[in-house]
């Protein structure tokens, strides 16, 4: 027993022995006290002795020795107490849907909320408030929260998808207080600016930075934008750039960032000059929508299919595939299998350019059209009218002619069996374009992909106007080519590859 005891012990006087040292190891490796080493209730009490400590009661200068500085503090101050109180944060909420395959190859629809965050300014007595069209595109429920944290719903008054601007309106007989859409034209590279909006949801925030830049363009359809270097974040995206005299001369859009999955400012910020907001805004309360140039012509990009059957070498421009009766491009002399290479002097790149540049052309301008034709160039003069829509499709693809082409291009659309229709007034009014499934064959190659009411808004990239557009690239396509849709099912944006028909 006694020897057990003494083994106990000294295997305890070795274990203790050997922690303390590890512990002392670590404690001189890390430059600890050793003394921290020595248990609390063994170590001498610690004496702690007051510091002299005597702080400066002035300021580095008195106000009237930096009185410009301190005149220009107060007036930015002054100018965000006057603006902040019409600018506006934007909660929207929705559901979206998607098409999942299991291993078997069977689908199922999944639905599961969204939720997104912006910025929006007040431009009437009314609550009429403007923000970016992507802010809400797709969203059922909008909220609007004031500066004085007051919530209310709001309501889709239109929106102008191309420009990225929608109005809504704030549901309450109230009167709010708004900011002056002043003159874009005005504004000079070099002056000073204010972006105001609700970056990353944190509320109210307000940056200054100067226009660096005028006429910039991120896309075909966004161009001639100010670009700032005031801090532009996510959740500003609706807010207003505002001069020194709390005028909106902008509406913040987009900004730069390397990092396309986390962006973040990079002193790189754009805006949407407030004359083109101002006149989307004009249309939309007085019409619903905004109003855009019309030429009647359906178009194709140029692959290198469209190039080896027209004969065609060069790389820019976009083919026409069909013209619709009595519209500016039938009266200006346009054929099918035109390739148009320029636009009131602008190369043209693709289809899509083409459309917006006449969607954005002010109704009644003659512009010119630089146009190549079997080989040879011409010269053609367009009236620009107004888009009115086309007459609504009865949705069945069309019987017309036995030319063996046509009569091919039936049999490719039978085959992949989608029935289309154009959007109804009342939908076009709502902002939507493009067209709307009714009906899927089911036999055909597309009942695997599509469902009905899909609105379809693309087509490889090509913007769809119209059902008899739809059926043209679908044809020219579907035959040779895997066919890209880009369609709107649910409110939720998707993309679908059609795979081709073969021989």
């Given at each position: 027993m006694v020897s057990a005891l003494k083994r106990f012990f000294a295997l305890l006087i070795v274990f203790v022995s050997f922690f303390l040292l590890v512990t002392a190891l670590k404690t001189w490796r890390t430059?600890?006290?050793?003394?921290?080493?020595?248990?609390?209730?063994?170590?001498?009490?610690?004496?702690?002795?007051?510091?002299?400590?005597?702080?400066?009661?002035?300021?580095?200068?008195?106000?009237?020795?930096?009185?410009?500085?301190?005149?220009?503090?107060?007036e930015y101050a002054r100018l965000t107490r006057a603006?902040?109180?019409?600018?506006?944060?934007?909660?929207?909420?929705?559901?979206?849907?998607?098409?999942?395959?299991?291993?078997?190859?069977?689908?199922?629809?999944?639905?599961?909320?969204?939720?997104?965050?912006?910025?929006?300014?007040?431009?009437?007595?009314?609550?009429?408030?403007?923000t970016n069209h992507h802010v809400i595109a797709g969203q059922q429920q909008i909220r609007i929260t004031l500066h004085g944290g007051k919530t209310?719903?709001?309501?889709?008054?239109?929106?102008?998808?191309?420009?990225?601007?929608?109005?809504?309106?704030?549901?309450?007989?109230?009167?709010?207080?708004p900011l002056k859409l002043g003159d874009s034209s005005k504004a000079e590279v070099g002056q000073l600016v204010f972006a105001v909006g609700n970056p990353f949801g944190l509320g109210e925030t307000v940056t200054q930075g100067i226009i660096s830049a005028k006429e910039r363009s991120l896309s075909d359809n966004q161009r001639d934008l100010f670009q700032t270097d005031a801090a532009i974040n996510p959740g500003n995206s609706g807010g207003p750039?505002?001069?020194?005299?709390?005028?909106?001369?902008?509406?913040?859009?987009?900004?730069?960032s390397v990092d396309k999955e986390n962006p973040s400012f990079q002193g790189v910020g754009f805006s949407?000059?407030?004359?083109e907001v101002k006149e989307a805004l004009e249309q939309i309360i007085k019409r619903g929508r905004p109003i855009r140039g019309f030429l009647g012509v359906q178009m194709r990009d140029l692959d290198e299919m469209a190039r080896a059957d027209l004969g065609y070498t060069k790389s820019a421009g976009s083919a026409?595939?069909?013209?619709?009766?009595?519209?500016?491009?039938?009266?200006?002399?346009?054929?099918?299998?035109?390739?148009?290479?320029?636009?009131?002097?602008?190369?043209?790149?693709?289809?899509?350019?083409?459309?917006?540049?006449?969607?954005?052309?002010?109704?009644?301008?003659?512009?010119?059209?630089?146009?190549?034709?079997?080989g040879k160039v011409v010269e053609l003069e367009a009236t620009i009218s107004e888009s009115t829509g086309t007459p609504q499709s009865t949705g069945q693809v069309p019987e017309i002619s036995k030319d063996k082409e046509i009569q091919d291009n039936l049999a490719v659309l039978r085959a992949m069996g989608i029935n289309v229709r154009d959007l109804s007034a009342k939908e076009q009014l709502r902002g939507f374009r493009g067209v709307v499934v009714t009906a899927l064959s089911e036999t055909g190659k597309a009942s695997e992909y599509l469902l009905?009411?899909?609105?379809?808004?693309?087509?490889?990239?090509?913007?769809?106007?119209?059902?008899?557009?739809?059926?043209?690239?679908?044809?020219?396509?579907?035959?040779?080519?895997?066919?890209?849709l880009h369609l709107i099912r649910d409110g939720k944006p998707l993309r679908m590859h059609l795979p081709a028909l073969g021989k």
């Open positions: 430059g600890g006290d050793f003394s921290m080493l020595i248990p609390s209730f063994l170590r001498r009490a610690e004496v702690v002795r007051p510091e002299a400590f005597t702080p400066s009661d002035k300021p580095a200068l008195n106000l009237s020795d930096v009185e410009i500085i301190s005149r220009l503090n107060e603006v902040v109180p019409s600018v506006v944060s934007i909660d929207t909420a929705g559901v979206r849907t998607e098409r999942l395959m299991d291993f078997w190859g069977r689908s199922r629809i999944r639905s599961y909320p969204t939720q997104g965050q912006g910025s929006g300014v007040i431009v009437s007595r009314e609550g009429h408030v403007i209310y719903n709001a309501t889709m008054v239109g929106e102008d998808s191309l420009l990225d601007i929608a109005v809504v309106k704030i549901d309450s007989d109230e009167t709010f207080v750039l505002v001069n020194l005299t709390g005028e909106i001369i902008g509406i913040n859009a987009a900004i730069f949407i000059p407030s004359n026409v595939v069909g013209i619709t009766p009595n519209s500016p491009a039938e009266k200006a002399g346009l054929k099918p299998r035109d390739v148009v290479e320029s636009f009131g002097g602008t190369t043209i790149t693709d289809t899509r350019q083409l459309i917006s540049l006449v969607q954005r052309t002010k109704i009644g301008t003659k512009m010119k059209l630089h146009v190549w034709r079997e009905p009411g899909d609105l379809i808004i693309a087509l490889n990239n090509s913007q769809i106007s119209t059902a008899n557009e739809f059926y043209l690239h679908l044809a020219a396509s579907a035959a040779v080519q895997a066919t890209s």
